[in-house]
């Protein structure tokens, strides 16, 4: 078990996909006003704790943070509710009810595809989901079988779709910089792929695909690779499976058009599949039938799509991802083009473009007068600008300054998250229990490698160096007759060793003098010795005082004088003696 902020404990996980884990999780007490719902101790719920990229990436928590109220007042009854959103040191994590029964993508796998018929009455509950969340501005952005998840109530199954705004915080510039793209590449609708501006028109799109693999069984677009899908969405269209009824087949493809604007809206898809499926039935009425018949009218263009932020949707047919447009080339600029160039200015001049027209050679600019230039001076050479002072170097990327917009908000939202968890101590690592480690004695150098004797030479050596010199083996010396006499042995001089400079003494901290002054007597001080005079004096007055020191000394006086005559009558006998 793991603990999840204050309120919540991880039980056990109970699926992975690819931006986090979803986790089986009880409440330990009640939540706070800042949550959607407050709970009670002891509710199971789920968890879904995000990717650690995820989390460590400050635009995702910056997002985070920003969409919470975003998040949780979606509280459709086909929409998994998130209850609350936790930040704590390096972990996102989304609070959301918990529902027991399995996701449409292994229904779908272990029971086979649908019939027309409850297929358009699952997607049209799906479509009442959408219908209300880009009501609130919200697009889903990854709608497949695998988000939806199925329940049963008093009325049969009813799906669920969750993972709302995983996609949006998902899509970062962070994580998006390696040229991924957010989604599923079997559901991902065409302007994604390209980068286009997204609408909610790419719910619809999913919507439609999902619809086509709950009554065929596979999604309409396979391949050995994402490129490979990715192109078939841009350029292919969907085959249509066998025994699929018209009108059920007229919505797959209003809502698998390649253009956004020609998809209809939430609300239409979901009246439209609700009318197909009273109309395919066995026991449908003509009336019935003939409306299903006719469900093309029902799928009418969603006039004002939800646009999903930063990605160039400001508006229907602009934004950030306009096609370049060519700008009417000027008389005076084509003034100096010589030619054939002439002509195709005064072309440009007329305000016609012909793009077919031949590739012309610009001349070269320099300050010296054109052939063609009226004045009689041409333009200007580029030229360097001077960088800017205070500025970074030139050819650097300019650095933002100062922390991320997010990062406090980020830091408050984990400290007030942060709980302290008591655990027992390693007693290697308590301080008050480990042992005090000895420093290894300081080993000393190893003596240098003296050549063999004979092999050196006074004057070669020198004062803490010694060149280097290989050791060859030597015959041994003839050993001369006993009547000459040896030749005193010359010892070579010893060689010292260097010694290794010393480290130079940290310098001393200056004593902080204390509030008393006075030193403790019998070091050395002044005032301690002038203190135990005192102390000695004191000590006298005291026995003079109270003993019988008065009595002694006088009994010592009378003694001492008596012993000074004696020894005078023995001085004036000697005197007198040697007089």
């Given at each position: ?24 999780a ?9 949550a ?13 704790v995000l ?33 609350d ?9 989304l ?12 229904y ?6 649908f019939?027309?018929?409850a ?5 049209a ?6 219908a ?11 709608l ?5 998840l199925?329940t049963e ?7 669920m ?12 510039p ?17 302007e ?11 719910d ?11 009554v ?32 059920l087949?007229?919505v ?22 609700r ?15 003939g ?17 999903v932020?930063?990605t160039?949707a ?9 096609p ?23 072309a440009?001049?007329?305000g016609?473009y012909?793009?077919?027209a ?16 009226p004045?009689?001076?041409g ?8 960088p ?8 650097e990327?300019?650095?933002?300054e ?14 007030r998250?942060?709980?302290t968890?008591v ?7 308590d ?6 480690q000895?420093?290894?004695?300081p ?10 004797y ?5 004057g ?16 041994p ?7 000459q ?10 060689q ?5 400079p ?12 204390s509030?008393?002054p006075?030193?403790i ?30 009595r ?5 006086q009378?003694?001492?004088e ?9 001085g004036?006998?000697?005197?007198n003696?040697?007089?």
């Amino acid at each position: 078990m793991r603990p999840v902020g204050s309120k919540y404990l991880l039980e056990e996980p109970l699926g992975r996909g690819a931006t986090g884990t979803v986790w089986r999780a009880s409440q330990r007490e009640t939540a706070g006003a800042e949550a959607a719902v407050a709970g009670q101790p002891g509710e199971t719920v789920a968890i879904k704790v995000l990717k650690e990229e995820l989390a460590n990436d400050p635009d995702v928590v910056m997002r985070f943070l920003r969409e919470r109220s975003v998040l949780l007042r979606l509280t459709h009854h086909n929409i998994v509710r998130t209850r609350d959103l936790v930040v704590e040191g390096d972990l996102l994590a989304l609070v959301m009810d918990l529902i027991e029964g399995p996701d449409l993508h292994r229904y779908l796998r272990d029971n086979g595809p649908f019939s027309p018929i409850a297929a358009s009455l699952v997607t049209a509950q799906v479509a009442d989901a959408l219908a209300a969340s880009h009501a609130d501005g919200v697009v889903h952005r990854d709608l497949k079988p695998a988000n939806v998840l199925l329940t049963e109530d008093e009325n049969g199954m009813r799906p669920m779709l969750t993972d709302f705004g995983i996609a949006r915080l998902a899509d970062s510039p962070g994580l998006t910089r390696t040229q991924e793209f957010v989604g599923t590449p079997a559901y991902v609708a065409p302007e994604s792929a390209e980068g286009r501006p997204q609408t909610s028109a790419v719910d619809i799109y999913g919507a439609g695909i999902m619809l086509y693999e709950l009554v065929s069984g596979r999604p309409p677009f396979n391949g050995d690779s994402a490129l490979a899908v990715l192109h078939q969405h841009l350029a292919q269209d969907p085959e249509r499976p066998a025994g699929l009824p018209d009108p059920l087949w007229t919505v797959i493809e209003h809502c698998l058009r390649k253009q956004p604007e020609e998809r209809p809206s939430a609300i239409s898809l979901a009246r439209a599949l609700r009318t197909v499926a009273g109309g395919i039935s066995a026991h449908a009425t003509p009336e019935a039938a003939g409306a299903a018949m006719g469900v093309a009218a029902l799928l009418a263009p969603d006039l004002a799509p939800a646009p999903v932020p930063e990605t160039g949707a400001h508006g229907p047919g602009g934004g950030e991802a306009d096609p370049t447009q060519v700008l009417p080339n000027r008389g005076a600029a084509a003034a100096g083009v010589a030619g054939a160039a002439a002509g195709a200015a005064a072309a440009n001049a007329a305000g016609g473009y012909d793009p077919s027209a031949e590739t012309n050679v610009m001349p070269h600019t320099s300050g010296q007068q054109g052939p063609g230039a009226p004045g009689g001076q041409g333009s200007d050479p580029t030229q360097v600008m001077p960088p800017v002072p205070g500025g970074p170097p030139q050819g650097e990327p300019q650095q933002p300054e100062g922390p991320h917009p997010w990062e406090s908000q980020m830091r408050a939202a984990r400290d007030r998250n942060e709980q302290t968890q008591v655990q027992p101590v390693d007693p290697g690592l308590d301080p008050l229990r480990r042992r005090p480690q000895r420093r290894p004695a300081p080993q000393a150098p190893p003596p240098p490698q003296q050549a063999p004797y004979g092999q050196q030479q006074y004057g070669q050596q020198q004062y803490g160096q010694q060149p280097a010199q290989r050791y060859e083996p030597q015959a041994p010396p003839r050993r001369e007759p006993r009547q000459q006499q040896r030749e005193p042995r010359q010892r070579e001089p010893r060689q010292r060793e260097p010694r290794p400079p010393r480290e130079p003494r940290p310098p001393r901290e200056p004593r902080q003098r204390s509030a008393n002054p006075m030193r403790i007597p019998g070091l050395g001080c002044l005032k301690g010795c002038l203190f135990i005079i005192v102390i000695l004096v004191v000590i006298i007055v005291l026995v003079w005082n109270f003993t019988d020191a008065p009595r002694w000394w006088a009994e010592g006086q009378s003694f001492w004088e008596a012993t000074k005559d004696v020894f005078n009558k023995i001085g004036d006998l000697i005197d007198n003696v040697s007089n």
